[in-house]
């Protein structure tokens, strides 16, 4: 029996900005919407950076191939939520909040807006 061959490396191109990321592999731009984070790990020690794609599943998903896996230990998620949130440029979210269409006029609407916002770019949308 002999061993399985290396992956192919492929080319990335990542063009990310707090709120949304842009993930091309081989010159090919991934759906809108399909990546919901990502991971980019390199060890000094390894020859390449090893990328983990988080997506958003469909209802019916099929793969076959070679894959590197990594297997991750649930973390406490407080530490991805400061890094999120310390990316976020406040004059930025403050226009996406105040230009949104479902303002209310309720005492906390501007708030309520921040929040909606800042929920919706960390599922992924703009």
Known sequence: MTA???PAAHGVRIDAQPGSATISIDGTPLPAGQVIGYQLEHSVADSLPMLILHTRQADHVAF???ARIAVSADHDPGDAIAAFLE???????????LDRDDLDGSRYETTA???????EWAKGGN
């Open 64 to 66: 076959e191939g070679l």
């Open 4 to 6: 399985p061959e290396q």
């Open 87 to 97: 990316g976020i440029d406040p004059a930025i979210l403050q226009r996406a909040a």
């Open 113 to 119: 807006a921040i929040l909606r916002q800042l929920a």
